[in-house]
């Protein structure tokens, strides 16, 4: 409990059948105790009414107040939203800069007042939760099942709070954006919509204007009193040989100055992030978690945070951020088959290492192991993961240069980084802007991969949500990225199916995905004029079947000896018998 001067106060809980106040315990803050609750299962929901009288009864300067805790009522399962499938297809959003729904919550009197400014890189441009909801369609239309949005709790920071991760209050949203009750609605209506929200929580820090920065206890941060910055080396939680200091150093540092680290080793903080992240599950029917920096809290605390959403929600999808160079030390992150990490709980990361596959495929010249056969070599890696597929794949997001550019504004190599992306393994995530080819770098600064969505504010001169604003070859782009969206959630195989992959030859990439009932062949060319591949070589995987369906142009040829690639040509076909 966090009130001025609450110690000098005698609390007691107002009678309520099925609770009882158990124990007070002071902190070194003044302002802060803990309180323990003993609640028996079957209580009914309702508000909860603790009486707080000073404890010195003549005190003038103190008097009599009250606060309210809400007891809400537990989802039964039959109402609670289903996690992510692989036949699901995630669209990640950057609230601020993709669509402007409501004007009037521009300019909220924060304590610290940020001004929309949509020229500035750094500055808030306005987008909020009206605009998400009004664009659902749009993303149902685009055959996107699933959002994740960048933070939406409140960052009342004096700097960059437009991005999201220095959170200063944890329960709420933040007013810019909306309100705990359109964050609601917005779930509510998504799930009549049939999409899924994954929420984007951050269990290693807060902003520095949290008031638990500026009431905190002894242990609830990390260096409190001295600064002292992380070292940035995620793999030294791994690393057989790395330096106990470097590896602490990495868990206990801070990233940057504006950000106190969370001690999660400390009882109440780690209490305090359980409670919370229970809470937002209940509170908005999330279907899963993306957490950030997952490498940089206490290890053994994110075990434990792991058994207890899980054990409250089986079906939750969660993935943790996991931003390294190397596919064996990304995977001793999750439920591994390494020996020594077998204690890992998290379900999956953000899978860097088939990002970087995915975009060498597509930027690089094709070789043993480059171009192509980067992706070759990364999947037959899978075998250190105990479900590959709990991995969230993606092509770009919000820290990296976007994939447009990536791919020198080909768009051929787009169109098969696109292709790869939706029909591999993992949960895959689409970045926003992404179908509509928008470009940036982030050599200058990550601001320049998060422009704001053509037509999302009024008075924008182009609509690029509206086929009639997007030029041909974004209309080109979009319809591709359409079409394998929707074959994701059609084609079972293309998510919950096994793969087999050929090695790369000639600059030419072949794998399938299968079901007992259904086979994909997908193929996937870096030669620049055409070529042929000997179906014969995939014969085991043919067996049975006499032709081919290309799902994106709804041609069926016969399979022959020899199947002809078109330049740089990317194909998804079903076996047809």
Not at 161 to 183: C, L, M, Q, V, W
Not at 469 to 488: P, V
Not at 522 to 542: D, G, H, K, N
Request: glycine share 6%.
């Amino acid at each position: 409990m966090h009130a001025e001067n609450i110690q000098q106060f005698k609390i007691s809980l107002a009678p309520y059948p099925g609770v009882l106040m158990d124990t007070v315990k002071p902190s070194a803050n003044n302002d802060v105790c803990y309180i323990q609750l003993k609640i028996q299962p079957n209580t009914a929901s309702g508000v909860l009414t603790f009486n707080i009288e000073p404890k010195e009864k003549r005190s003038k300067a103190l008097s009599n107040f009250t606060l309210n805790y809400e007891l809400k009522a537990k989802r039964v399962k039959e109402q609670q939203a289903p996690g992510l499938s692989p036949n699901d297809v995630t669209y990640l959003i950057f609230p601020d800069r993709f669509c402007n729904g409501e004007n009037d919550n521009d300019n909220e009197n924060m304590q610290y007042r940020v001004k929309v400014d949509r020229g500035g890189l750094k500055s808030r441009h306005g987008g909020d939760l009206a605009g998400v909801k009004s664009k659902l369609d749009y993303l149902k239309d685009l055959g996107i099942t699933a959002l994740w949005l960048n933070p939406v709790q409140t960052n009342d920071q004096p700097e960059e709070s437009f991005h999201g991760y220095a959170i200063t209050d944890n329960y709420e949203i933040d007013p810019r954006f909306g309100s705990n009750k359109e964050y609601i609605e917005l779930c509510g209506e998504m799930k009549r919509k049939r999409l899924k929200m994954i929420m984007d929580i951050i269990p290693n820090h807060i902003g520095d204007k949290h008031w638990m920065n500026q009431y905190f206890d002894t242990g609830w941060f990390n260096y409190k009193d001295t600064y002292v910055q992380t070292n940035f080396r995620a793999p030294t939680v791994a690393d057989p040989h790395a330096a106990p200091s470097e590896r602490a150093l990495n868990v206990d540092g801070w990233f940057v100055t504006t950000m106190p680290d969370y001690n999660q080793r400390n009882p109440h903080i780690a209490n305090y992030l359980d409670q919370l992240y229970l809470w937002w599950i209940e509170v908005a029917n999330l279907s899963g978690y993306r957490i950030d920096t997952y490498p940089y809290p206490d290890q053994n605390y994110m075990n434990h945070l792991m058994d207890v959403l899980l054990s409250e929600y089986p079906y939750l999808t969660i993935f943790g951020e996991t931003w390294v160079n190397h596919t064996t030390t990304q995977a001793t992150f999750v439920k591994n088959n390494i020996k020594g990490f077998e204690k890992n709980k998290l379900p999956g990361v953000t899978d860097f290492s088939m990002c970087w596959a995915f975009q060498e495929a597509c930027s690089k010249p094709f070789g043993w192991t480059e171009g192509l056969n980067r992706i070759y070599i990364t999947q037959s890696e899978d075998f250190l993961y105990q479900d590959p597929n709990k991995n969230c794949t993606f092509i770009d997001n919000h820290d990296i240069s976007r994939f447009y550019s990536i791919a020198n504004e080909d768009i051929d190599a787009w169109k098969r980084g696109i292709t790869l992306l939706l029909t591999t393994r993992g949960l895959p995530c689409i970045y926003y802007g992404t179908e509509i080819l928008m470009t940036g770098k982030t050599e200058k600064s990550d601001a320049y991969v998060r422009f704001d969505f053509p037509g999302g504010w009024p008075g924008d001169p182009v609509n690029k949500f509206t086929t009639k604003g997007r030029t041909s070859k974004e209309n080109e782009a979009w319809k591709w990225m359409q079409t394998l969206n929707k074959a994701r959630a059609t084609y079972p195989a293309l998510g919950i199916g096994k793969t087999t992959q050929y090695s790369g030859i000639n600059g030419v990439y072949t794998y399938f995905r299968h079901t007992e009932n259904q086979r994909m062949m997908i193929v996937l060319c870096q030669v620049e004029s055409s070529t042929e591949i000997s179906m014969p070589r995939f014969a085991e995987m043919t067996q049975g079947y006499t032709k081919l369906k290309n799902i994106q142009t709804g041609e069926v040829i016969q399979i022959n000896d020899k199947l002809t690639l078109a330049p740089k040509g990317s194909y998804v076909f079903e076996l047809l018998k």
